[in-house]
């Protein structure tokens, strides 16, 4: 049996941490793509203030799910 793959962009943001948006953007690409089966980060990027503190972590990702027959 075979199977076929797709890839799509995901962008997610956390104001805790680079975990919290990767975790943030795999549920969220769950609730729209089926058979998802891992990802792959792309980019990390923080967002500061005014003052230098970081108030955004942005993940650029990658999420390969496996399409229906």
Known sequence: ???VARVTEV????S???DDAIENGIK????TLKNVQGA???SQKVECNDDGE???YRVVMKVTF????
């Open 66 to 69: 496996v399409l229906d027959d």
């Open 11 to 14: 962008i997610a943001s956390s």
């Open 16 to 18: 805790t941490s680079f």
């Open 28 to 31: 969220r690409a769950n609730k």
């Open 1 to 3: 049996m075979s199977s």
């Open 40 to 42: 792959w980060i792309q």
């Open 54 to 56: 970081i108030k955004e």
